[in-house]
C-alpha cells in the first residue's frame, strides 16, 4: 500500500464553509474521475476554533490533510501517468485555483503504522 498526505490550504478570501464545499462538491469528485487506481480517498479539514486535549491552536498553515492511498507502487505509477497527462493536468489545475492557494501546496508519501488497540 502506498499513501500519499497533500496539504492543502484555501484560496485568500475563501471561507472555510465554501472551501469545504466546493472541495467536496466539485474538487473530490474531479479527482475520483481523473485519477484511477485510488483505494482510499480522504479529506480531513482542520477546524482551529476547536480546542484538542484543551489546548487551544493556532491555525496550522493548511486547511485540508488529503490522503489518497494506492493499492502499490505500479497502480500508483499507472495514475501518475494518467494525472500527467495534458488534459488532466489543466481539468486539475483550473479547479485549483479556484480552491487553493496553490504556491502552499505540499504532499508526501507516508508509512503508516496502525496499533492494536484491544
Sequence with gaps: MLK???LLKRRPGM???DFIRHY?????????KLVPGMIDYRRNFID???TVFGVSNEHPGFDCITEMVFPDQATYERAFAEFSKQEVIDAITQDEEKLFDRSTIRSYFV???VSKLK
Excluded at 467536496?24 to 475520483?32: I, Q
Design 48 to 50: 482551529p476554533a476547536k
Design 15 to 17: 471561507s472555510r464553509e
Design 4 to 6: 500519499i498526505v497533500i
Design 24 to 32: 467536496e462538491a466539485v474538487h473530490s469528485v474531479l479527482a475520483v
Design 111 to 113: 508509512d503508516e503504522f
